[in-house]
């Protein structure tokens, strides 16, 4: 069983920076491929990003990329996702996932364990 817990998330004004982390127990974090998703009010949970258990490989969603930047310790079993330039559509919870079965995805079903997110506002 993999536990992750996210923290970070806080009401910021436009053109901020923020810095998500993601702390996993239960497994060794370079077994696991990591994601980053959010949810909006009224909206689908959506990909932001995913990195691949060496970090060699990572995905974004286009209205993140060159603002956003997904990484990962994996001797302190934790994940980051640094956000740049936050704007107003930023504002979200955000959650932290894994799985242990596939390559490195934006396919939510493809995930297997999950947190229990962190509020991002945004302010402009």
């Known amino acids: 069983q993999v536990t992750l817990v996210e923290s970070g998330g806080e009401l910021v004004q436009a053109g901020e920076s923020l810095r998500l982390s993601c702390a996993a127990s239960g497994r060794t974090l370079s077994s696991l491929v990591m994601g980053w998703f959010r949810q909006a009010p009224g909206k689908e949970r959506e990909f932001v990003a995913a990195i691949s258990r060496s970090a060699v490989e990572s995905l974004y969603t286009d209205s993140v990329k060159g603002r956003f930047t997904i990484s990962r310790d994996n001797a302190r079993n934790t994940v980051y996702l640094q956000m740049n330039s936050l704007k107003s559509e930023d504002t979200a919870v955000y959650y932290c996932?894994?799985?242990?079965?596939?390559?490195?995805?934006?396919?939510?079903?493809?995930?297997?364990?999950w947190g229990q997110g962190t509020q991002v506002t945004v302010s402009s």
């Open positions: 996932a894994a799985h242990l079965r596939f390559a490195t995805t934006r396919e939510m079903t493809r995930y297997d364990y």
